[in-house]
Structures are given as C-alpha cells and as structure tokens.
C-alpha cells in the first residue's frame, strides 16, 4: 500500500513512513494511493464482532507490510483497553430513527482517543524498532492535545510540545493537558486562535531545518493514521443498524474535517452510506462552502463549542482532492488561493462534494436549547458539540434512513455550558475526579514561528 501527497509533489511513502512524516514535503496531506473495498459479504460478518476485531479487519489493508498481523492485532488490543465501556462506542437510541454513537468513553473523554491510542502504539512499535526518537507537535482546540499527551506520556522515543490558544479552550481540556507530570509532554499557549496554532505547526513543517533538525512528526488529523482509526467505528455502528442491507446516514460535528472524512473512507471502502452531514457552529465556513458561497476564511469566533472554532479546516483538502478527480495540481492552487483569503470551488467539484456531504449550522441558542430539549426527550446530556450535531440531524434525517449522530465529547469536559443549558453540572469520572487538585505546568508562548521553534529545540531530550 502506498501512499500520496494531496498535491502531487511529495515523495510516495509506505503506511509507516507516511504515518510518522505527518504533513506531506509538498505542504499535501497523505491519502492512500488506491482505496481498498470490502464486499458485502465481508460487511456483514463483522455483526457480533468485537470493536477489535472490526477494527483489525477495516484497518489491515491500509498498513501493508508495515506492521506483522500479530503486531498490529496486539497494538489494537493495548489501544482500546483503557476504554470505559465494553462495546468502546456504543449506540443509543435518542428518537425512532436517530442514534447517538457515543465515542467518548476512552481516557480523554473525545472521540480523538480512538485514534490517538492507537498511533502511540503504532509509534512506540516503530520507533524502537527504527531506534529513532521524534518531536511531535500538536495543534489544538482542546480535545487533539489533551488526547496526544495523555497517549504519549512517558514513552521514550517521543517529545510532544501542543500548542493550544490560550484561552480558548475549557479548564477540564486545559488541566488534562497542563497537570501531566511526564517530563517528555510539554503544554504551550499561544497568544492567538485555532488557526494560529495549527498555521504555525504547519510552518514548521515546511521549515526543513528545523524539521529535519528536530526529527518533526505530526499526530493531528494530518496524520493519515488518525483519519484511519476513526474509519472503524462508521462500520461498528452502521452494521448495529443493518449494514450492508440498509443504508445508514450520518451527521458529524465538524472543524478539521478529519473525522467526517473519516465517514468518506468508510463509504468508498464499500460502507453504504446515504448521506454525511456536516454540523458546524457559528464558525461555519464548511456550511457556507457546501452551501455554493466558495471557502473563504472568516474570523473565528469563540462559542461554547470550542473545539470546532475552526476556520481553516486542514482535512477539507483531502476531499478537495477527490472532488476535483485527484488532480494535485488544482489542489495545489486552491491552497495557494487560501494564502490570500479563500478560493471559489468549481461547479463540478461541488457537485462531487454534495453527493456525499450535506450541511447545517447551529447558533449558540440553538445548541444551548438543543442540550434542554434532548435531556428532556430522551435523558442523554449531550456536550455541546455533539448538540450540534443532533441539532443538524434532527433537520436534515428523511424518513426510512437511520441517522446516526457521532457524540464526540463528554458533557463533562465542557461543565459551564452544559449547566447553563440543563441546570446539571455533569461530573468528571471518579478516575479523574482529582484533575482540579493537580498542579499545572505550561508555558505561554507568542504567535511567533521563531519563539515557537527555539522553545522546542531547547526543551527536546538530548
Ligand atoms: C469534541 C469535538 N467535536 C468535534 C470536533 C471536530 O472534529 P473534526 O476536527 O475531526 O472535524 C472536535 C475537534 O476536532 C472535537 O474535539
Ligand atoms: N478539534 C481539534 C482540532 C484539531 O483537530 P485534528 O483532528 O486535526 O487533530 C482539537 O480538539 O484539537
């Protein structure tokens, strides 16, 4: 299996080393070269399987030759041991038709831990087995970071630094990422949004000094593996509700695009999948593109969904690519347009994209009251990321089609405005109920490549 940049210039790497190079040479994203398809067949015998074992039987086609299938069976078994639940995502039903897929039993509390546990032990295998150490570095809303630390704590081939905007994130996401005592996880605040941090990791990527000087990987969504892991629980949920036999929608609260997108793999791998919503909040420039107005990029502005307070929106480029028939070449010159502002999709790349993906955005009072409204009808407490997304599902879902709406934050990482809406303050699980006692420690940094870069190369284990 090999894998391409996006845009078309970047050399063609194996799973492995696209997974520990992050962002392609070229600026591109990697996408696997060809995608691999399962028959129906195939589908419908993972009924009754374990979440590991679905996992194992989505996931091995992409890796190759890069893990053995005992390696990669005992890797999975390691990644989703920690997790709170049984079924690892189970499926509840909030209305006749509409089921919630709660991914936020893993240690983190985000559906980011599916994906996270998992590549730190596809790291940790690879690196020792490489004898190669790496700095990785993150960019977050709240939920990547704090997910990455709690993955990569303590392994001793990694350094991870998250940038985080300081500020802009809640004091549960920002204690799980500030009161690690591990000396190899490093919490940075950066004096700017979202974007800031992710354009500045983005920089030091295309900084091949500091790159190479640094041994630079990435475990955001850039990272194909990450997107990888989040295709399992699209096929664990879809077969619950009858897949391959029916067809199945979904309806997933959206910033980087990567875990939607996640849903466009699953469906190309053979998944039947009618339709996958798009649900942003204010910061709604994936609903405006959808919608025909082109990508243009706004300001973000702060809601009580912070995690989505997205404006560029990294993984857009990969369906970019395929909407405009895999031409790296087109792709390459929209995300240079994106440099000055925005570019205006063409008629047939937005015919490709709203075939698959549809779109809706949700104000803070409508999150808010969705929040009362599903507490009210059907007892679940949402957080208010996965209300917007039920919000969006309850628009958009026709009759005859299960709708399926990813919940991918517990309500507890974000208690003030869960308590604003429902009057119920949710409470940590008793394994971290002493996250308000721990000490923090995290370093305030400028929106400043340079500072940014020198704080990195001054803090790696020599
Ligand atoms: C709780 C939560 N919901 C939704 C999202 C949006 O997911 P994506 O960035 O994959 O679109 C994020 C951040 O990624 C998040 O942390
Ligand atoms: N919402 C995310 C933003 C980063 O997304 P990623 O999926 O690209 O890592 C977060 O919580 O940090």
């Not at 150490?133 to 990455?148: E, F, K, L």
């Not at 075939?355 to 808010?368: C, D, K, W, Y």
């Amino acid at each position: 299996m090999k894998y391409v940049s996006t845009r078309g210039q970047a050399p063609v790497l194996s799973f492995e080393e696209a997974m520990l190079t992050g962002l392609a040479r070229d600026g591109g994203l990697y996408l696997p070269d060809t995608i691999p398809t399962l028959t129906p067949e195939e589908i419908a015998a993972f009924e009754g399987q374990s979440y590991e074992e679905v996992a194992f039987r989505v996931m091995r086609p992409f890796i190759g030759d890069s893990f053995t299938d005992g390696e990669f069976r005992e890797i999975i078994a390691r990644a989703y041991a920690g997790f709170g639940h049984a079924a690892r995502a189970p499926l509840v039903e909030l209305a006749p038709g509409h089921f919630l897929l709660e991914l936020f039993h893993g240690p983190t509390l985000a559906f980011k831990d599916f994906a996270m546990q998992l590549i730190g032990q596809l790291f940790e295998v690879a690196l020792k087995r490489r004898g190669e150490r790496v700095t990785i570095v993150g960019a977050t809303s709240g939920d990547t970071g704090s997910a990455a630390i709690e993955a990569f704590r303590g392994l001793e081939n990694v350094d991870v630094f998250i940038l985080f905007p300081h500020g802009r994130v809640s004091e549960v996401q920002r204690r799980q990422m500030t009161t690690p005592a591990d000396a190899n996880v490093h919490a940075l605040a950066l004096e700017g949004d979202f974007d800031d941090c992710q354009a500045r990791l983005k920089d030091m990527f295309n900084d091949f000094d500091f790159r190479d000087g640094v041994k630079l990987a990435g475990v955001n969504s850039i990272n194909w593996a990450r997107v990888l892991a989040q295709v399992v629980y699209y096929f664990t949920s879809a077969v619950a509700l009858g897949a391959p036999h029916r067809k199945v929608s979904f309806t997933v609260p959206t910033g980087n695009f990567g875990d939607i997108f996640a849903g466009f793999i699953a469906k190309q791998m053979g998944l039947p999948i009618d339709r996958l919503v798009v649900a942003t909040n204010q910061n709604d420039i994936l609903h405006r593109c959808l919608s025909g107005q082109g990508y243009f990029k706004g300001e973000t502005i702060p809601s009580i969904s912070p995690s989505m307070d997205i404006q560029v929106s990294s993984n857009f480029e990969r369906a970019l690519y395929y909407a405009y028939d895999r031409d790296s070449g087109a792709v390459a010159q929209l995300m240079e347009e994106l440099k000055s502002g925005g570019f205006t999709v063409s008629q047939g790349a937005l015919q490709a994209l709203n075939e698959t993906f549809s779109s809706g955005r949700v104000s803070e009072e409508e999150t808010l009251a969705t929040i009362q409204a599903t507490l009210a009808s059907s007892g679940e407490l949402l957080c208010p990321h996965s209300a917007v997304g039920v919000k969006v599902a309850e628009e958009t879902r026709v009759a005859g089609t299960p709708m399926i709406t990813l919940a991918t934050a517990h309500p507890a990482k974000f208690p003030d405005a869960v308590e604003k809406a429902s009057g119920i303050r949710p409470p940590l699980p008793p394994r971290m109920a002493d996250l308000y006692d721990r000490s923090e420690r995290v370093t305030r940094i400028a929106n400043d490549l340079a500072a940014i870069e020198d704080h990195i190369k001054g803090h790696i284990a020599r």
